[in-house]
């Protein structure tokens, strides 16, 4: 199965093709949904300060800590975050308490409630997060 969705980059508003989901996990079609950007990244800029103190606390173990994470998360027709992962970990290669980063940030992003996606159905986002030292 193919389904189109919007992924966020910094970059701006991009169309991509979501994998298939595993056939064993899904019980039912899958409705997809719409969100304007500008709403995502209002309820990810609220979340910020808990994202920026996930790495704050890190760097307080690994000074040179740095890089890139990409957030996949599933917005579902409620708004509320249904699942989420690391797709793009540039910041835990070796790093010294960057896997606390990472799953810091997961644990705030499940969190985030966003308003109810038009149509009803879920919206699948791809977020980046940059992280460099003061």
């Not at 989901?21 to 910020?48: H, N, P």
């Not at 000074?63 to 957030?71: A, F, H, R, T, Y």
Request: contains cysteine; proline residues 6%; glycine residues 8%.
């Amino acid at each position: 199965m193919k389904c189109s969705f919007l992924m966020l980059s910094v970059l701006g508003l991009i169309a991509c093709d979501q994998e298939p989901l595993d056939d064993s996990t899904v019980t039912e079609d899958v409705v997809l949904g719409a969100l304007d950007k500008s709403l995502i990244d209002d309820v990810v800029r609220e979340g910020m300060p808990e994202i920026r103190s996930c790495y704050q606390s890190a760097l307080a173990v690994d000074p040179d800590l740095e890089g890139k994470i990409v957030v996949k998360f599933v917005i579902a027709a409620s708004g509320e975050v249904s699942r989420s992962e690391i797709t793009d970990d540039e910041i835990t290669d070796d790093e010294i308490g960057a896997e606390d980063v990472t799953d810091c940030i997961l644990d705030h992003v499940d969190g985030f409630v966003f308003p109810p996606p038009v149509g009803n159905g879920i919206v699948i986002v791809r977020y980046p997060f940059l992280f460099t030292p003061g």
